[in-house]
């Protein structure tokens, strides 16, 4: 289904891979992991043929669904149950089915016999082509992730990004592909949509090659996995279960490290010796091949791999603030004749943590863009507090331009750093020599991350407004974010769906959406969050 051959890719100068050849075929469950930045995202992209290789081939066999971390969707005035029925290329036919209801209503005797006969036409089409079976799945899978039709018979723009990536997952898997290829799936899922897609992906016929942080999925569905070595720009593929093969990873590092020590023995070994050696002038050959033996030694063995760089994300210095630098009175969005939610009243106290929950689409995002300033509300406002300085990380990166370099966006995000001060900060972000002049829209989801968090390292914000800031990142990244959150001294308003996240939090506050109940935080919510 999926045959890669020598691929090399590079993004600008950087080597990302090469030489890199491996297989899915059907009944494969591939695990794809690395550390961020290390070209998952973007050889998924390879492969769905969204971009192309530096070198090598991929032959692809079959259908291919494609789910990328930030879909994007060109006509954004469609409703969710067209995009998704629009996999099988059956949402057209449905239209016209539309339209001439539309006509048999409206028209004259003569003219709706005729919009009554297209009608029969089309719905004869729609019926061989499975329409009607294929309507039932797909309501099947759109239930199980979240997606009630009041959503789906919504346009796409009025929806949540969580919401919009629903969607598309639900598109791919009522796709029919023959290999999906998923990149973190289980983004803005709650928790029973994860216990269902894991049971679906693991009964899945076809070929399948994903990366996700969810180690649960990852240990449920896997029989393979491919290791991207940021290090070496190789990969390793293990042909076993997840299990196995993080034993086996520990195993091949212990190995290694034995044979590195034991060569270095005999190399250190033989090196002394030539010392001794080549003093004399008749010994002085055979001390140059002592020499070169050494060297072709510490050559043979590979040593322990080298740990893998970990961003040291922090959280910035706040700027002196009045005792609520923010506050939000009466507020209220709709997007037409939907309510989100009313009547949302919040004080935001120096120093204070909040966390808001609620089910998929109940305005949790919503709120914080209004908080934020980056939409208005239909009723009420929010008021600035003296002092007020807010930094506001969106789950789907809106605050990046995604065409700027990376370094344009730090030098816009802080107009106050120098080149060198903005580019040191980025290095402690892991952006480094060339990745600094690499655009936006060709960072993973996890660099995207990092770098919108990079730019609220800058802001002094004493405010900040986080949707989700451990989505796509790797377990060691998602640590730093945990101690940021634990260690910053400012005010905090949280979404999320990761506990740990909130227990790093240790919120005193908790706002239940759609219905904007406010109550002290007690271990009773917890439950909540996987829900929300």
């Known amino acids: 289904m999926l045959t890669v051959t020598d691929l090399e890719l590079r993004v600008g100068a950087r080597l990302l891979m090469d030489e890199v050849t491996f297989r899915v075929a059907k009944g494969d469950k591939v695990g794809l992991v690395g550390r961020n930045g290390a070209g998952k995202t973007t050889l998924t992209k390879v492969l769905a043929g969204r971009a192309e290789p530096t070198d090598g081939t991929v032959t692809r066999s079959g259908r291919i669904g494609y789910l990328p971390q930030d879909p994007k969707v060109d006509d954004m005035d469609q409703s969710g149950r067209d995009r998704i029925l629009s996999a099988r290329e059956l949402d057209q036919t449905l239209r016209r089915m539309r339209e001439a209801e539309q006509q048999m209503a409206a028209a004259a005797d003569a003219d709706r016999d005729r919009a009554m006969a297209r009608y029969a036409r089309l719905e004869a089409e729609f019926s061989a082509r499975g329409g009607y079976a294929a309507e039932s799945e797909a309501a099947r899978i759109t239930s199980n992730l979240g997606l009630p039709d009041r959503v789906l018979d919504q346009p796409l723009h009025t929806l949540s990004g969580g919401q919009r990536r629903r969607v598309e997952l639900a598109r791919i898997l009522f796709s029919d592909a023959d290999t999906m290829l998923l990149d973190e799936p289980t983004n803005h899922l709650d928790h029973d949509s994860i216990v269902w897609l894991r049971d679906y992906l693991k009964t899945f016929e076809g070929g399948l090659l994903m990366i996700s942080h969810d180690v649960e999925l990852m240990e449920m569905t896997v029989n393979k996995v491919l290791y991207l070595d940021a290090n070496r720009q190789t990969m390793d593929v293990y042909n076993m279960t997840w299990k ?19 060569a270095e023995k005999k190399a250190t070994a033989l090196m002394a010796q030539a010392e001794k050696m080549r003093a004399k002038a008749t010994k002085a050959v055979a001390a140059q091949q002592m020499i070169r033996r050494a060297e072709r030694l510490m050559r043979g063995v590979e040593g322990e791999r080298a740990q893998d760089k970990v961003a040291a994300i922090r959280f910035p210095t706040p700027q002196a603030c009045g005792k609520t630098p923010l506050t939000a009175q009466a507020l209220s969005k709709s997007y037409g004749s939907l309510e989100i939610f009313t009547g949302v009243d919040l004080a935001i106290d120096r120093g204070s943590r909040v966390v808001i929950l609620g089910y998929n689409g109940a305005g949790k995002t919503t709120l914080l863009r209004l908080l934020a300033g980056v939409e208005a509300p239909d009723s009420g406002r929010v008021v600035e507090g003296h002092g007020l300085k ?7 990166h809106d605050t990046l331009d995604q065409e700027a370099t990376v370094l344009d966006n730090m030098r816009h995000a802080a107009p106050q750093l120098g080149d060198t001060q903005a580019r040191t900060l980025l290095g402690s972000f892991l952006f480094q020599g060339d990745d600094v002049d690499k655009p936006a829209r060709v960072l993973s989801g996890g660099e995207k991350t990092r770098l919108a968090l990079a730019t609220l390292v800058a802001s002094s914000a004493n405010v900040l407004l986080l949707d989700e800031p451990t989505n796509n990142l790797d377990p060691a990244s998602r640590e730093e974010i945990l101690n940021a959150l634990r260690t910053y001294e400012g005010a905090i308003v949280l979404v999320t769906h990761d506990e740990g996240a909130v227990e790093a939090l240790d919120p005193e506050r908790v706002v239940l959406l759609p219905d904007a109940v406010e109550d002290l935080w ?11």
Do not use: M, S
């Open 390 to 396: 807010l930094g506001y990380f969106a789950q789907e």
């Open 522 to 532: 007690n271990d009773e919510y917890r439950d909540l969050i996987t829900l929300a």
């Open 244 to 262: 196995n093969y993080l034993a086996q990873r520990q195993q091949d590092e212990a190995r290694r490290r034995r044979e590195f020590a034991n």
